[in-house]
């Protein structure tokens, strides 16, 4: 958090020096927009060859945001147990 607070990608209260203190709503936005950047390269590098002949452009990304909530949801099965 630190290092995030510090390159100037999540804002922090300047008038905390320890502990700093973050505002939640900075922090989500700051999480929906790493998201997006995640979720932006993933299409990027799917390519043409991710959509079937059959497929739309948004039915194929409709497609990858689902493996994705799957993937985090295993993620999180693993770190309660």
Known sequence: MSKLID???LPADP???????????DVLA???????????????TAGDDAYGDDEEPATTAADLRRMRA??????????RD
Do not use: F
């Open 7 to 9: 390159s100037g990608e």
């Open 15 to 25: 008038a905390s020096a320890t502990p700093r203190l973050i505002k939640l709503e």
């Open 30 to 44: 700051y999480e929906e927009r790493q998201r997006e950047v995640r979720y932006s390269a993933l299409v990027e």
């Open 70 to 79: 799957d993937l985090a949801e295993r993620r999180r099965a693993e770190r």
